[in-house]
């Protein structure tokens, strides 16, 4: 695996394609909570929004198609200190990815994973996806709802969805993310609504749909089973909640980083120092009869 921090480059994307917004919020958040550019590592799964870490100025890596959580994980706990991002489409996270997303919210390393969900496979050119709505493309399942899975799985994790036709309210819901990750929290899934314009135009559609969750009665992102039904509610009325989903009551150190490491700090930032490693070396030898 190799990383690499290189100068960003022009986006790839069509014109008006909603990873744009996420770009740009990405920017803004953590440029906002002031994050060093070689303190944030993204992982960028396959599709178009995988390619998302080439036009910033970050540490990035490619990751292999819906294996780009493990990555991530893998980043924070050999060094908890960087702050971890993987980043890709709905494809990538909830078809090959499927085992690695449901996973990832019982692990609880403080990363924050962000899907744009364009309901579509946008780089193969606009096949049904998990999250295609019926007759799409010929598609006759009904379409999969990853915050009703991350809500159904108990633990401590932040849960939120966006749309990136707002993308002010998508940034302050991902500085509230990378600052969960940041306190050692744990996990948080970020899904935003990120129309593909030439595959799968919603723009319009979306806007009409989505609806404010803190704005209906009875929001309380601390209780899942509220969430849960106020969640299906919605979706069974046809629109598209977005916002805050989960924030656990707690505030503690729930990240697996802190569970397995303590404060110690990860393989890769352990020195390598050879003096100090061989008298250790030859203290654990002393202990092998
Ligand atoms: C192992 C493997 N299987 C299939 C593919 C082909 N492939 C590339 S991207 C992609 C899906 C992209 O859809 P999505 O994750 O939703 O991203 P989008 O392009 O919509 O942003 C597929 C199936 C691949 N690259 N690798
Ligand atoms: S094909 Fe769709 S998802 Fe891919 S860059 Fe174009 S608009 Fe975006
Ligand atoms: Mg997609």
């Not at 404060?263 to 352990?270: C, M, N, V, W």
Request: with cysteine.
């Amino acid at each position: 695996m190799t990383t690499q921090s290189a100068k960003p480059v022009q986006p790839i994307w069509c014109p008006g394609c909603g990873d744009f917004g996420v770009l740009a919020a990405v920017k803004r958040a953590a440029a906002n909570l002031k994050i060093p550019v070689h303190d944030l590592v993204l992982v960028g799964g396959i599709g178009c929004s995988g390619s998302i870490h080439n036009f910033l100025e970050v540490n990035g890596i490619h990751a292999l198609h819906g294996r780009l959580l493990a990555q991530a994980v893998g980043i924070k706990l050999a060094n908890p200190k960087l702050t971890v991002v993987a980043a890709g489409g709905d494809g990538d996270g909830y078809a090959i990815g499927m085992g690695h997303f449901m996973h990832a919210f019982k692990k609880n390393a403080s990363v924050l994973y962000i899907v744009m969900n364009n309901e579509t496979y946008g780089l193969t050119k606009g096949q049904a996806s998990p999250t295609s709505q019926v007759g799409f493309e010929g598609n006759v399942e009904p379409p999969f709802h990853s915050i009703l899975t991350a809500l159904s799985i108990p633990a401590s994790n932040f849960i939120a969805r966006t749309f990136s036709g707002d993308p002010k309210g998508m940034t302050a819901i991902l500085e509230e993310a990378l600052t969960f990750n940041r306190d050692g929290r744990g996990f948080a899934f970020v899904e935003d609504l990120s129309p593909c314009v030439t595959y799968n135009d919603t723009y319009k559609l979306w806007r009409e749909k989505t609806v404010d969750v803190s704005k209906l009665p009875g929001y309380d992102p601390t209780d899942r089973k509220a969430m849960f039904r106020l969640f299906l509610e919605q979706i069974e009325a046809g629109k598209m909640p977005v916002g805050v989903m989960h924030r656990p009551a707690e505030v503690s150190r729930e990240g697996l980083e802190t569970k397995l490491l303590g404060d110690r700090p990860g393989p890769a930032a352990t020195s390598t120092d050879l003096a100090s490693n061989r008298t250790r070396y030859e203290e654990l030898l002393a202990t092998v009869g």
